[in-house]
Each structure stands twice: as structure tokens, then as C-alpha cells.
């Protein structure tokens, strides 16, 4: 089973990207009432851009899209796309007509970094399926092994395809194989929520994981272990 505790306030919003976006655009709202949407329903471009410069967001920074885009929508965004999801989904805000809305919700978990944090880690983790859309194949397990694995091995850092053969034994390479899946749906996630940090290139063999303080702060696993109910073979 995996839960969570509270961490220290000082560490949640330089740690967790996720949590900062939420703050970030419960700020927004509570300064200008609202979010401007488009005629698709998205958030408008005017909030985007704020937002986007204002979050510094790892791998979505201002520098980076704007060498690829002139201006930003939402779907430019995916951790942006990913948190309107999460605030439709759980009702922490609303469309009325064309803006968007906190709810009372919304603004009760904007009223602390620490009650945001406990809200957006675990619901973003565990009710979006990461694996959805990818044209890697998804990675076989569970979050309590996918996180005891980690927990356990992960040391002074973890690329995707050590991990991949760590859980599955000899796998294959590059970006068609297991570590391709590991890396976009466990330790991406794990990323934009603040429990991991990386460093090097794009490159599946680049990229070294790390722990953030956030890992041994907030996170409680039960480590897997046989069942009381086991006979032990006499030695």
C-alpha cells in the first residue's frame, strides 16, 4: 500500500512541479477571478504563457517551447493539459460560460501548498493511466512495485533501461522497448509530481533519476513482502 504524509511546507513548492502549477493557476484565479477560455474549451493562450513563465515547469520551460512554437496554447503544455484534466475530473474548478473557475474545492486546497500537495501528488499519480496513448508498449506492474523497486535500487541514480532490466531482466533496447514505457509512464510521472529529479540528455541511457527530498519526506510504501500465512521450508 502507498500513502502519504505531510512534508515540510519549505520543500513542496521548489520540489513538486505539479503542485506548483495548481498554486500557479488557483493564483491566477484568485487575482483575475478567472481563466479565459477558447472556443474548444481549453485555456486560453493569455493564461499559458503566464503560466508557463511563471512555473518554470522541468522540460517545459519558456526557453524551450518557444524554440519550437511562436505562441503557446494548452496543448503545447502537457503538464498544463494534464492539471485542467485533473481539476475537471475531481472538481477543484468549473466552466461558466467562457472562463474558468475554482470551486469551493479549488480554493480550499489553494489555501495551503502543504493540503495541495496531498491532494494533486496521489490523484495525479494513480487516476491518470500514463500508459494511455503511448506507442511503447506499458510497463508490466503496479505502483507498489514499480516504487519498492526504485526505493530499493535507485541509489546515487537510475536510468530507464537499468530499471527496465532491474524489473524484467534482459529487455530490449532503445525507445520500442520496456524502458521506453518505464521512462514515460512511472518515472515522468514520478517527476512532474516532485517525488524524482533528472539530469543529462533526452537519451534513454542520458537520463539519471534521482530521489528529491519529496521521496523520503512524503512518501510511505509498505515494502512487498510474502504473506504471514507462509510455511518456511525447514533450513
Given amino acids: 500500500m502507498i500513502t502519504f504524509q505531510t512534508p515540510p511546507n519549505d ?3 521548489p520540489h513538486s512541479p505539479m503542485t506548483r502549477a495548481f498554486m500557479a493557476a488557483a493564483d491566477y484565479m484568485a487575482e483575475r477571478s478567472e481563466i479565459g477560455l477558447t472556443k474548444s474549451g ?60 475554482l470551486s469551493k474545492t479549488g480554493k480550499s486546497l489553494a489555501m495551503s501548498a502543504d493540503k495541495a500537495f496531498m491532494e494533486v501528488v496521489p490523484a495525479f499519480l494513480f487516476r491518470f493511466d500514463h500508459a494511455d496513448g503511448m506507442r ?34 534482459e529487455v530490449a533496447p532503445g525507445w520500442g522497448g520496456p524502458a521506453s514505457g518505464l521512462s514515460l509512464a512511472v518515472l515522468r510521472p514520478l517527476c512532474w509530481v516532485g517525488l524524482l529529479r533528472y539530469e543529462g540528455g533526452f537519451g534513454l541511457d542520458e537520463r539519471v533519476y534521482h530521489k528529491t527530498p519529496l521521496w523520503d519526506a512524503a512518501l510511505v510504501l509498505d515494502p512487498i513482502s510474502s504473506g504471514d500465512n507462509v510455511i518456511p521450508f525447514r533450513s
Fill in 42 to 101: 481549453a485555456w486560453n493562450r493569455r493564461f499559458i504563457e503566464w503560466a508557463v513563465a511563471q512555473i518554470a515547469f522541468p522540460g517545459w520551460t519558456e526557453e524551450k517551447l518557444y524554440s519550437v512554437n511562436k505562441v503557446l496554447n494548452e496543448y503545447d503544455v502537457a503538464p498544463l493539459e494534464y492539471l485542467h484534466a485533473l481539476m475537471d475530473g475531481l472538481k477543484w474548478g468549473r466552466k461558466h460560460k467562457a472562463t474558468y473557475r
Fill in 136 to 169: 511503447s508498449e506499458a510497463p508490466m506492474g503496479s505502483w507498489d512495485l514499480f516504487l519498492n523497486i526504485l526505493n530499493h535500487e535507485i541509489g546515487d541514480g537510475i536510468t530507464a533501461p537499468n530499471y527496465a532490466r532491474i524489473l524484467y531482466g
Fill in 11 to 13: 520543500l513542496i513548492l
